[in-house]
């Protein structure tokens, strides 16, 4: 799957999409996310040998859905050390419509399991202690950055993909063998056959609605625009 479709996917609230782009920053420093939506609030763990510092986990959750823009009113962010049963610390996060990081008066923070609902509890893990150790401060803004970047640079490839998609002006444009194929009411292989012959140009205007020559140039077809002399 393209980075474009996961992409698009997360852009949709798709909770496996999510996970997918935050491990891409997370997963490298030991760090392994896990989403699911339960009741219309967006449930994000972090989980690790060590934990993250739930301020810069929690930071870290909002900026990314922020920058996915995706439409969630509450998140539900929890760290949770590798191999233990339960939660460390959760935080409820209250989104406006222009998501912002946690605001102290609108957030829960609970140190220890209570009756909340909870997706990622694991009945199976080994009961120990909760060890305490400082944990590493690795979810760091420059993190939080290469991941809007990294967004960016899809979301703006894909408008750019888009952009050519749209346009109305068949001469503004580069065309692929199958968009090329049903714009000359043919198929991908008798295309592909014929844009190497020297009559294709000539071919390629005749089945054109507009009239339009076409010339293929590095996995493209290109229009050719003729020049009338007026008279």
């Known amino acids: 799957m393209s980075a474009q479709v996961i992409l698009a996917i997360a852009q949709q609230g798709d909770p496996r999409a999510i996970a997918t782009l935050m491990n891409c920053i997370t997963r490298p420093k030991g760090v392994n996310i896990r989403v699911q939506e339960h009741g219309g609030i967006l449930h994000i763990l972090f989980e690790a040998e060590q ?3 739930q301020d810069e986990a929690v930071a870290f959750a909002c900026d990314s ?3 996915l823009e995706v439409e969630y009113s509450k998140l539900m962010i929890y760290g949770r050390q590798k191999g233990q049963p339960n939660s460390a610390w959760r935080q409820l996060v209250h989104l406006q419509p222009a998501v912002e990081t946690a605001d102290p008066n609108s957030t829960v ?3 220890t399991p209570t009756g909340l609902f909870d ?3 694991d009945d199976e893990a080994p009961q120990s ?3 305490t150790s400082e944990a590493p401060d ?3 803004r420059p993190e939080s950055v290469i991941f809007i970047l990294l967004v960016g640079i899809l979301i703006f490839w894909d408008a750019y993909l888009s952009l050519l998609e749209s346009v109305d002006d068949p001469s503004q444009t580069r065309l692929s063998t199958r968009e090329l194929a049903q714009r000359l009411n043919t198929t991908p292989s008798i295309l592909r056959h014929k844009k190497r012959l020297p009559d294709f140009s000539d071919w390629s205007r005749f089945r054109d609605p507009d009239g339009i ?4 140039s590095k996995g493209t077809y290109l229009p050719l625009v003729v020049q009338t002399a007026a008279s």
Request: charged residues 20%.
């Open 65 to 67: 859905i922020a920058t």
């Open 129 to 131: 202690s909760q060890t």
């Open 138 to 140: 690795f979810l760091k």
């Open 119 to 121: 997706p990622f509890t």
């Open 51 to 53: 934990l993250p510092e």
């Open 109 to 111: 923070k609970v140190d």
């Open 213 to 216: 020559a076409w010339a293929y």
